[in-house]
């Protein structure tokens, strides 16, 4: 049964409904971290480890969520739908992801660990999160737990094996914050789709729009002042994080002409396709 409904299911919307475009989106930025630190080498190792773990705690999140919706009698999206649906070997594939990076860990420094632990709690203060009434204003503060969570733990093993590693200037690296932010808007973003589309007031639909808006164009001119004033090798990483951001304005302005599955592959593309021109600039 779940084969037959997978299989009705369009294939560009299969990575999205496994939870697989996370690990992707943070191995991609993981790399262009590594290129705009002038990071030379670091294990291989690093990416398998950053991909398990991302695909583990949004498994984690989304059977969670799949639970919690079904017993409140909520509307359940297809991605937890699918996740509620294959409960069992979802499980067992986290299991041996967490198993797996556990292994990987084993083989690496140890100070990795402690660079690498304040991510561990803004993951576990998120999963705490999870359990408390939901209303608004705690999901944006999910959101931002979430969204930071997101780039210190895609930024945090570049980082370790930089040369001059100073913990203190990778917290308020202008890198990693300007990539939060798009992190925490991206995820927001969804969020605010899935509002406006379940509101029949045009007046609520308008203004979820224009305050999404406002928040693109805020950290558009954000990464462009950034870019303006970098050198030539930070440069690149803010062209980047501009480009996509300017590419989830145009789906944010745009939606009305996607389902609500597309517009969450759209919002993934829009932190991948930045990729090529990171690559050309660094040339």
Excluded at 105 to 119: D, E, R, Y
Excluded at 249 to 266: G, I, K, T, W
Aim: glycine share 4%.
């Amino acid at each position: 049964m779940v084969r037959h409904w997978m299989q009705r299911q369009p294939v560009w919307l299969w990575p999205n409904l496994l939870s697989l475009d996370a690990p992707l989106v943070a191995v991609v930025w993981m790399w262009m971290f590594a290129k705009t630190w002038r990071v030379e080498y670091f294990p291989p190792a690093i990416y398998l480890l950053l991909a398990l773990v991302v695909w583990s705690v949004y498994v984690a999140d989304r059977l969670l969520d799949a639970r919690f919706r079904q017993m409140m009698d909520r509307d359940v999206p297809t991605r937890h739908r699918i996740h509620a649906r294959l409960r069992k070997p979802l499980t067992v594939g986290m299991i041996l992801a967490v198993i797996s990076s556990m292994g990987l860990l084993a083989f690496l420094p140890v100070g990795l660990w402690m660079h690498g632990s304040f991510v561990l709690v803004l993951v576990a203060l998120y999963f705490v999160m999870s359990f408390v009434q939901e209303t608004e204003l705690m999901t944006y503060f999910k959101n931002i737990l979430a969204g930071l969570a997101f780039a210190y733990g895609t930024a945090v093993g570049v980082q370790f094996y930089r040369p001059a590693s100073d913990l203190l200037w990778f917290l308020l690296s202008t890198e990693v914050l300007s990539f939060a932010v798009l992190c925490i808007f991206n995820i927001t973003a969804i969020d605010f789709w899935e509002e406006s589309r379940k509101s029949p007031d045009p007046e609520v639909k308008r203004g979820y729009e224009m305050l999404l808006t406002l928040l693109l164009i805020m950290l558009g001119a954000f990464a462009l002042l950034l870019a303006v004033f970098a050198d030539s090798y930070n440069k690149p990483f803010f062209v980047a994080v501009l480009v996509a951001t300017g590419l989830l304005y145009l789906v944010n302005r745009e939606r009305s002409r996607f389902s609500m599955d597309a517009q969450r592959v759209l919002a993934d593309l829009a932190m991948l396709l930045p990729l090529p021109v990171f690559m050309f600039y660094m040339r």
